[in-house]
């Protein structure tokens, strides 16, 4: 076990910027980039620098109290007026992640709410932005604390895209799970899903496991079901982009079809979520999924492999009803099936 080893951290305020790895460039090259405007945390949203539920909504948060921190406004009037005009810019770098709205809402509010002076708001907006960050960790910590009894020593557990460090500040969900496990003395091997067509699994989650010192098998998306009928998984853990009232978990694409394979061979398939990723106020057929650019699926690291001329659809992401879920992992509880009518008492 490696109890003291440097953490991954993915999103940090220091010194006036906003400073992320740079997940485009993993797994060849750890490297952090600063960003000096909400322009280019915005930018750096949209092209997955950053990436993953809560890491977007805490760097989304971030974003808008650079604006304030940068701006030049003389006035509250005309501060809150810049505030929100970054809001709305970030609000529209991805659609499906709620975690990215619950940011940016959580710092205007603050915004709002604090005052007179220009002085006030600027503080009290990267104070909060800061403690975000700080309450993630925490609340993965607390999940994985939750989730770790779920797994058994020896387990071998699939995954699917990337719900590790990198996908939130840091700890992660899915993997914060896997983490919690291992330092409770478990025994725990993990799957990795290479998750087409942006990799997430074979670049990020395997990544980090191998970095950490845990035992994976990487594996490409098409054998999923020979693995599972093969008896050799035990449980499905992933995380979730936005869970809805109704019990719908929006995730990575290729999720759903890991979770009806996983009822077809009686595999516990499993989300871990912080309070943040659920959405109380919609139910799942008014969610946007994301259509991501073409060029994800007909190209591999920059080579062609599709001919010119062929449509294709890119659908970022997937919904499962809750009845293939058993079971959701919370920073307050483990809400368990049926997950729908059980969702309100524990995060309600
Ligand atoms: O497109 P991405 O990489 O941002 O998608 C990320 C996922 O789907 C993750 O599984 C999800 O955000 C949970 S992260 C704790």
Redesign the pocket.
């Known amino acids: 076990m490696r109890e003291n080893f440097f953490s991954l951290r993915t999103v940090m305020w220091e010194e006036g910027t906003v400073k992320m790895i740079d997940q485009t460039a993993l797994p060849q090259r750890l490297v952090y980039k600063s960003y000096d405007s909400w322009e280019g945390v915005a930018d750096a949203i949209r092209r ?1 620098v950053v ?4 890491a ?1 909504g805490v760097a989304a948060a971030m974003g808008v109290a650079l604006a304030a921190d940068r701006s030049h406004a003389e006035d509250r009037d005309q501060l809150l007026k810049e505030i929100e005009r970054a809001a709305e810019g970030l609000r529209k770098t ?1 659609p499906t ?1 709620v975690n990215l709205f619950w940011g940016i809402d959580r710092v205007v509010a603050v915004a709002r709410k604090s005052g007179p002076t220009v002085s006030g708001i600027r503080d009290s907006t990267v104070a909060e932005a800061k403690k975000m960050a700080e309450e993630d960790v925490e609340a993965n910590k607390r999940l994985g604390a939750f989730g770790a009894g779920l797994l058994e020593d020896g387990d071998v557990v699939m995954t ?4 590790g460090a990198l ?2 500040v840091g700890y ?3 993997l914060g799970v896997i983490r919690a496990a291992r330092e409770a003395g478990r025994c725990v091997k993990v799957i990795v899903n290479e998750t087409r067509p ?1 990799l ?1 699994g074979s670049r990020l989650t395997a990544f980090e496991l191998v970095r950490d010192g845990f035992h994976c098998t990487l594996i490409s998306d098409t054998a999923v079901g020979y693995m599972m009928s093969s008896g050799r998984v035990d449980k499905v853990i ?4 936005r869970i809805t009232r109704d019990g719908y978990v929006f ?2 694409i290729g999720t759903y079809q890991v979770a009806v394979l996983a009822e077809r061979h009686a595999v516990p398939f499993y989300v871990a ?1 912080p309070r943040s990723t659920f959405d109380l106020e919609r139910t799942h057929d008014q969610i946007v999924i994301e259509e991501r650019a073409y060029d994800e699926v007909v190209r591999v690291k920059g080579r062609r492999i599709a001919p010119k001329g062929v449509p294709v659809a890119n659908p ?2 997937d919904k499962t009803p809750p009845d293939l879920v058993a079971g959701i992992v919370t920073d307050l509880g483990l809400i368990p099936r049926p997950v729908a009518e059980s969702l309100q008492a524990t995060i309600g």
Do not use: E, L, S
């Not at 699917?160 to 719900?163: L, M, R, S, V």
């Open positions: 997955m990436r993953g539920a809560p977007i991805r992640a699917q895209c990337n719900a996908a939130t992660g969900t899915a942006a997430q992933v995380g979730a982009d995730n990575k979520a970022a992401f």
